[in-house]
């Protein structure tokens, strides 16, 4: 099993920045991608950004691209959100996904999930 805690979220002007922290515990060694998921009110779960475990290789949804930045801390087995240049459609929870396998932007296929944390853009 993994374990997965996010934090970071909160409520922020359009145009700030937050940076979100998910700390993966228990049996690490399997992860192969982290990724970064929102959910908005009434809508289902959507990639947001994914980074390959061993190589950091990084992949972003379009709608993110320029403006967010996914990083990893191997050490402290940590995955960041950079989220800058907010906007009012970034509103949701936003959960931070492990998987076992190669998969990037599929919800299905990250076996383990934090309990979200929320974020709220005002505009």
């Known amino acids: 099993q993994v374990q997965l805690v996010e934090s970071g979220g909160g409520l922020v002007q359009a145009g700030g920045s937050l940076r979100l922290s998910c700390a993966a515990s228990?049996?690490?060694?399997?992860?192969?991608?982290m990724g970064w998921f929102l959910q908005a009110p009434g809508n289902e779960r959507a990639f947001v950004a994914a980074?390959?475990?061993?190589?950091?290789?990084?992949y972003y949804a379009d709608s993110v691209k320029g403006r967010f930045t996914i990083s990893r801390a191997n050490a402290k087995n940590v995955t960041y959100l950079q989220m800058n240049s907010l906007k009012s459609e970034d509103t949701g929870v936003y959960y931070c996904?492990?998987?076992?396998?190669?998969?990037?932007?599929?919800?299905?296929?990250?076996?383990?999930w934090g309990q979200g944390t929320q974020v709220t853009v005002s505009s």
């Open positions: 228990g049996r690490t060694f399997i992860i192969q991608t």
């Open positions: 996904g492990a998987s076992d396998t190669y998969t990037i932007g599929v919800p299905r296929r990250y076996r383990y």
């Open positions: 980074i390959r475990w061993s190589s950091g290789n990084t």
